[in-house]
């Protein structure tokens, strides 16, 4: 068996930036916690946009009617 002294450790000086101690400081509950809040976020904005695409959508059909109504009326023109 090889004794602890006789093993000759390597001297590894490494630099790791404040931001990168930060965030291995920062425990994984709270990281998993932070992910399911933005989860529940976008999960709310996905019904508030459903609703306005629900009360838009009718005003977006009329003004493309139109639109197309003027197009023709145009082309008839010329």
């Known amino acids: 068996m090889i004794r602890s002294q006789q093993i000759k450790r390597p001297q590894i000086r490494l630099h790791i930036s404040k931001t990168v101690r ?6 994984m509950p709270a990281a998993a916690a932070r ?11 996905a019904l ?8 838009f959508t009718p005003c977006e059909e009329e003004a493309e009617r139109r639109l197309t109504t003027f197009r023709n009326a145009q082309q008839v023109k010329q």
Do not use: E, F, S
Not at 48 to 55: K, T
């Open 22 to 27: 930060r965030q291995a400081l920062i425990p």
């Open 35 to 45: 992910k399911l809040a933005l989860i529940v976020g976008y999960q709310a904005m």
């Open 48 to 55: 508030i946009n459903r609703d306005l695409v629900r009360a």
